[in-house]
């Protein structure tokens, strides 16, 4: 029990940082260094905002700044309660691994994503 365990107090604590440090105050968190030299968002700009949203429960704010890191925090809670829930019954921890056309689609969705959050009709997706 302990790797889950220690991978969600990880996760928990990472959260109740950014959800007592406001990112939408300047200062605190460094600018995304792509976005300051080119002005181009990459898929994780707005992941702060989002996350500290998320911490205090407003999941339509943390859709608007960054719809994917929220996708990705669902499947992350997924894929920790089937860990949590193996390790609770004592069956083997097997080696979760996706074949590489999933990583190849993931790595296309989040391109597509960076891509139309920068055009103009994809301004919805920006935070």
């Known amino acids: 029990m302990a790797p889950p365990a220690l991978w969600l107090f990880s996760a928990a604590a990472a959260f109740a940082y950014v ?17 300051r030299v080119t002005g181009i968002l990459c898929p994780g700009c707005g992941g702060l905002r989002s996350a500290h949203a998320f911490a205090h429960g407003d999941l339509i704010t943390a859709f608007g700044a ?3 890191a929220v996708i990705g925090y669902f499947v992350f ?6 860990w ?15 074949p590489a056309p999933y990583w190849w689609a993931a790595g296309g969705m989040a391109l597509v994503f960076s891509v139309v959050r920068n055009l103009p009709f994809g301004s919805a997706l920006a935070p």
């Open 77 to 82: 809670a997924v894929v920790m309660a089937v």
């Open 66 to 68: 960054n719809a994917l």
């Open 84 to 98: 949590l829930v193996r390790a609770w019954r004592g069956a083997p921890i097997r080696r979760f691994a996706l």
């Open 19 to 35: 959800g007592a440090v406001d990112p939408n105050e300047p200062g605190h968190y460094p600018v995304c260094p792509l976005f």
